[in-house]
């Protein structure tokens, strides 16, 4: 399995994002600073990876700390989560990630700074581990809904790169493929950071997936042309009525898929889930910088001077999405009641 982050002695290592797919390095970051940097510039990106990065850059952060009690380390570990949470605004599970960690501080704020230091460290790990364990059982609940065979489009990457290891929508076309589907993925290449050109034909390819990249105006085409039996994307947050902010353009995707009578599935663990959020008007979307959209690998492609725009992400109604598979089970509309049952629903633990 492909290690998109890991805790080690010397610090917390990701494989570079940004580098691949013609090169595959790795950086080690050693302070909660140089986590925020890398969730910042992409170096590690995805939802639930950029949780699981974040609670990771809070224990790290705390172990460096030279505070001699748990009282001294409070204003610190506020200090670090801070820092950590000003890194990107519409992945729901950064600030889902940055809540358990304060609520394990909490937990142990009686204790000893080096039980406090250890413990941190042991929650930042246990959320790896839920991650892939919540990634295999929606694989498991979602498999069933891809088709035996043909096309299946993703956009974005959704993958073991965007989370601790096996995917979201990825996951539910490898647990597919594990069950004997014959599976054809369609990866749209997802202007403007290459996502699907990059990196989830990058882990496909290493799978041994079938995979074919489109770029992204050639989805309604394929559509169109029967090539495509279902969608599976991810998500970077959820409303509590089943709106989904997920990468620029799965919005099109999705009204695409409508027209053309496809199922139209989203694939996200419970940590994505924000029931705070009414709907999708309420999600922060992230405006990235104008260079991602004017250059393709340092080479510019529109005129000196003209406008930009570059929001990160797209939000996708509710009335677009055929079912939300999560580790806990498959949502229906109304999105409002059935993502609550599973809010009551057991957590996948480890
Ligand atoms: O900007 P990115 O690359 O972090 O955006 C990633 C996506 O939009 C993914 O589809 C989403 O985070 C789900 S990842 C399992």
Same mark, same amino acid.
């Given at each position: 399995?492909?290690?998109? +982050?890991? /805790?080690?002695?010397?610090?917390?290592?990701?494989?570079?994002?940004?580098?691949?797919?013609?090169?595959?390095?790795?950086?080690?970051?050693?302070?909660?600073?140089?986590?925020?940097?890398?969730?910042?510039?992409?170096?590690?990106?995805?939802?639930?990876?950029?949780?699981?990065?974040?609670?990771?850059?809070?224990?790290?952060?705390?172990?460096?700390?030279?505070?001699?009690?748990?009282?001294?380390?409070?204003?610190?570990?506020?200090? %670090?989560?801070?820092? %950590?949470?000003?890194?990107?605004?519409?992945?729901?599970?950064?600030?889902?990630?940055?809540?358990?960690?304060?609520?394990?501080?909490?937990?142990?704020?009686?204790?000893?700074?080096?039980?406090?230091? !250890?413990?941190?460290?042991?929650?930042?790990?246990?959320?790896?581990?839920?991650?892939?364990?919540?990634? !295999?059982?929606?694989?498991?609940?979602?498999?069933?809904?891809?088709?035996?065979?043909?096309?299946?489009?993703?956009?974005?990457?959704?993958?073991? +790169?965007?989370?601790?290891?096996?995917?979201?929508?990825?996951?539910?076309?490898?647990?597919?493929?594990?069950?004997?589907?014959?599976?054809?993925?369609?990866?749209?290449?997802?202007?403007?950071?290459?996502?699907?050109?990059?990196?989830?034909? /990058?882990?496909?390819?290493?799978?041994? %997936?079938?995979?074919?990249?489109?770029?992204?105006?050639?989805?309604?085409?394929?559509?169109?042309?029967?090539?495509?039996?279902?969608?599976?994307?991810?998500?970077?947050?959820?409303?509590?009525?089943?709106?989904?902010?997920?990468?620029?353009?799965?919005?099109?995707?999705?009204? +695409?898929?409508?027209?053309?009578?496809?199922?139209?599935?989203?694939?996200?663990?419970?940590?994505?889930?924000?029931?705070?959020?009414?709907?999708?008007?309420?999600?922060?979307?992230? !405006?990235?910088?104008? &260079?991602?959209?004017?250059?393709?690998?340092?080479?510019?492609?529109?005129?000196?001077?003209? !406008?930009?725009?570059?929001?990160?992400?797209?939000?996708?109604?509710?009335?677009?999405?055929?079912?939300?598979?999560?580790?806990?089970?498959?949502?229906?509309?109304?999105?409002?009641?059935? &993502?609550?049952?599973?809010?009551?629903?057991?957590?996948?633990?480890?």
């Amino acid at each position: 399995m492909i290690e998109t +982050l890991e /805790w080690t002695h010397s610090g917390v290592r990701f494989i570079d994002q940004t580098k691949l797919p013609t090169e595959e390095i790795y950086v080690t970051c050693k302070t909660h600073e140089q986590v925020a940097d890398v969730i910042r510039n992409m170096v590690v990106r995805g939802a639930p990876a950029i949780g699981v990065a974040a609670a990771m850059g809070i224990a790290l952060g705390v172990k460096n700390s030279q505070a001699a009690t748990t009282g001294e380390l409070k204003p610190e570990f506020d200090g %670090i989560c801070d820092v %950590i949470g000003k890194t990107r605004p519409t992945a729901v599970n950064l600030f889902w990630a940055i809540a358990r960690m304060r609520e394990k501080f909490e937990s142990l704020r009686v204790r000893p700074v080096a039980q406090v230091k !250890q413990g941190l460290i042991d929650e930042a790990r246990r959320m790896h581990a839920e991650d892939i364990a919540a990634n !295999q059982a929606m694989g498991r609940h979602g498999a069933a809904l891809m088709p035996a065979s043909g096309g299946v489009l993703t956009h974005c990457n959704a993958g073991a +790169l965007a989370t601790c290891g096996y995917g979201t929508a990825l996951g539910v076309i490898r647990a597919a493929v594990e069950q004997g589907k014959k599976i054809h993925v369609f990866a749209d290449e997802t202007r403007p950071f290459l996502q699907g050109s990059r990196l989830t034909a /990058w882990e496909l390819m290493k799978d041994g %997936i079938p995979t074919t990249v489109i770029s992204d105006n050639m989805a309604g085409a394929m559509m169109k042309q029967g090539k495509i039996g279902a969608i599976v994307v991810g998500a970077d947050r959820i409303a509590a009525n089943g709106d989904v902010a997920n990468k620029i353009g799965t919005y099109t995707v999705a009204v +695409l898929a409508r027209e053309h009578a496809i199922p139209f599935y989203v694939a996200a663990p419970f940590s994505t889930i924000d029931l705070e959020t009414p709907d999708g008007g309420g999600i922060p979307i992230e !405006q990235r910088s104008p &260079l991602e959209v004017t250059h393709i690998a340092g080479k510019q492609m529109v005129p000196d001077g003209v !406008q930009v725009e570059n929001p990160a992400f797209d939000v996708t109604p509710a009335k677009y999405v055929t079912a939300i598979v999560t580790e806990r089970g498959i949502a229906r509309a109304p999105y409002e009641e059935s &993502l609550h049952r599973l809010a009551e629903a057991a957590a996948v633990s480890v």
